[in-house]
């Protein structure tokens, strides 16, 4: 069985003193909630002040990027071991860096890679836009995505990946898809390429979380799909009502 995951992508939200006093605020009614992941990616710069607030307790905390190269030249960038001492998770491949800062399938892939060789969870994020979506575009373009992400892994890594499947049409757009729609693309098309690359026992150990527009509402529905295993949250992560979509998705 694998355990539920449920992460809060805080996004460019929240200063490091509001994400202290926010982290504080949730972790102790989070701490209690048994039977699922949590994890709190906060911006950066906030991540050794939510850090330290969460120690101690249950939840986890995760960057929200990350470079591949260990040192060097990279301005503006954080190498995997600033962040290991903090961090338990690192999105990758958010399809507003995708899409906002030029990430690509490549670049997604080495970073993956170092993320693993130091230890790191990476939450791999994937998803179709509107425009593929609407011309039937969805299963092919995510499993692109899929095999170009984990192209290379060896089955034990794969394995210690968690997947987040986020119609980009669902972000922060208030129109979520359907849980059986979700439910279908996680299962056939996400879990589905795994296996194609890995093996289907590889492949049920795989975490994959949806994303968009997730809320404390609409969470029981998603996680009643026997593929999805939690949800990658953002708007819904930044109050205190993200408690209630935690309990309410187990
Ligand atoms: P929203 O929950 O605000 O739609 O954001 C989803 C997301 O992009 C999480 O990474």
């Not at 949590?38 to 911006?43: E, H, S």
């Not at 929200?64 to 503006?76: I, L, S």
């Not at 993320?115 to 609407?134: F, K, M, R, Y």
């Not at 972000?171 to 996680?186: F, H």
Request: hydrophobic share 45%.
């Amino acid at each position: 069985m694998r355990t539920p995951i449920i992460a809060g992508n805080w996004k460019m939200n929240k200063t490091p003193a509001e994400a202290e006093t926010f982290a504080n605020e949730i972790k102790d009614a989070l701490n209690a909630i048994e039977g699922v992941d949590i994890a709190f990616c906060p911006p950066a710069i906030a991540i050794p002040a939510v850090a330290a607030a969460v120690a101690g307790t249950k939840i986890g905390v995760g960057a929200q990027n990350m470079y591949f190269e260990e040192k060097g030249a990279y301005t503006g960038e954080l190498a995997p071991n600033m962040i290991t001492p903090f961090c338990q998770y690192v999105i990758l491949g958010h399809s507003e860096r995708r899409g906002y800062f030029g990430e690509t399938d490549e670049g997604v892939n080495k970073k993956i890679k170092a993320a693993l060789a130091h230890g790191l969870t990476p939450i791999v994020c994937v998803g179709e836009s509107l425009e593929q979506n609407e011309a039937g575009e969805t299963h092919a373009f995510v499993s692109g995505q899929v095999k170009a992400a984990f192209d290379g892994l060896t089955a034990a890594q794969m394995a210690q990946c968690v997947i987040a499947y986020e119609p980009i049409w669902a972000i922060g757009t208030g129109k979520s898809a359907t849980a059986e729609q979700a439910g279908e693309i996680i299962g056939k098309t996400v879990r589905g390429t795994v296996v194609a690359m890995f093996g289907d026992e590889t492949a049920q150990a795989v975490r994959i979380q949806y994303g968009g527009s997730a809320n404390e509402k609409n969470i029981a529905e998603y996680m009643k799909q026997p593929d999805i295993d939690g949800a990658l949250v953002g708007g819904a992560s930044l109050k205190p009502v993200f408690i209630e979509l935690v309990q309410n998705a187990i």
